[in-house]
């Protein structure tokens, strides 16, 4: 339980109203008395009114109704204020677990920073270099030569670090490629559940500082993944594959291998990249094209039944 007013005051927002004790945060049509939720979007301002939550966190532009009983917190972003008061009233645990604690097992080659979280069964192999406050889930396999930048969370069932799918054919017959790569992970990034990152196999797999990488997602070998980037879950990468930074992939897109996608593209969900593209582009469809060319074409492909109605004395 917190007072409304110290939430207020760590998360740089105004209250407007009762200062309140809150005991927690819900969403704003599930409220309930003594708890925060927030409006981030006008569709929500409607169960401003409606709503039985005591406070909400909401833009400084937001209109006051002067007959509502309901505090608010004023602040520039409230998704973001939300972060922050989740953080306030739900605080974890960083306190750093040994392989001796657990059923996890860390490789005493391994280099571990300060405030290590490992959940149950996980494994940390050779040569792996893990930075400070990093947290892993359960059943999380950390394979050898791996290297994790601080503040990096890795979601429960995820292997980092495997081999990956690399083959030589001689005399009829499939021969595995070793794969003497890394998988290096920068600051701040976010692996989901059941991810599975390979390592190189000649040269490192890469994924930069502050990208989100969500549960399901298939990142093959050598690919390097850029800054500030977000991949949505369902998402393949193959090979050797080179994406900028702040990069937003919607889910279940598939990107074919040794291709280069420029800085701050949107690939649209479902798509399949087949091309390079360059920067600032919106591309969708399979295969991708540019987002607005490849609608063009599917109102005149709609419209195609149309045209050859009104003209079919012209193509008899």
Not at 117 to 124: A, L, R
Not at 279 to 288: I, R
Request: proline share 3%; net charge positive.
């Amino acid at each position: 339980m917190l007072p409304l007013s110290k939430i207020a005051k760590e998360i740089n927002g105004e209250l407007v109203g009762a200062d309140l004790n809150i005991n927690g945060i819900c969403q704003i049509d599930k409220g309930k008395k003594s708890y925060l939720s927030f409006i981030d979007n006008p569709i929500y301002v409607k169960k401003y009114k409606l709503t039985k939550c005591s406070a909400l966190i909401v833009h400084k532009s937001f209109k006051i109704d002067p007959k509502s009983k309901i505090s608010l917190i004023k602040v520039n972003n409230p998704r973001f204020g939300l972060l922050k008061a989740i953080n306030l009233l739900y605080p974890t645990n960083n306190t750093s677990i040994k392989s001796s604690d657990s059923s996890s097992i860390i490789h005493k080659s391994a280099i571990i920073g300060k405030n290590l979280s490992i959940g149950d069964n996980s494994t940390v192999s050779e040569n792996v270099k893990i930075g400070d406050n990093v947290k892993i889930g359960n059943n999380v396999s950390i394979e050898k030569d791996t290297i994790i930048g601080s503040q990096t969370i890795i979601q429960s069932g995820s292997v980092i670090g495997s081999n990956g799918f690399g083959t030589v054919k001689n005399k009829n017959k499939h021969f595995n490629m070793p794969h003497i790569g890394k998988v290096i992970l920068g600051e701040d990034v976010w692996i989901g559940s059941n991810t599975t990152i390979d390592r190189g196999s000649i040269g490192d797999t890469i994924i930069g500082d502050n990208s989100k990488i969500d549960n399901l997602i298939q990142i093959a070998h050598n690919v390097e993944i850029g800054k500030g980037c977000l991949i949505a879950s369902g998402t393949a990468i193959a090979g050797t594959t080179i994406i900028g930074n702040n990069v937003s992939i919607g889910g279940q897109v598939g990107i074919t291998g040794h291709l280069n996608i420029g800085d701050n593209c949107l690939i649209g969900a479902q798509s399949l990249v087949t091309k390079s593209f360059s920067d600032n582009l919106f591309v969708s469809g399979s295969p991708a094209k540019i987002h607005k060319d490849r609608v063009k074409e599917d109102v005149a492909l709609r419209n195609l039944p149309k045209f050859f109605k009104k003209n079919k004395n012209k193509f008899l």
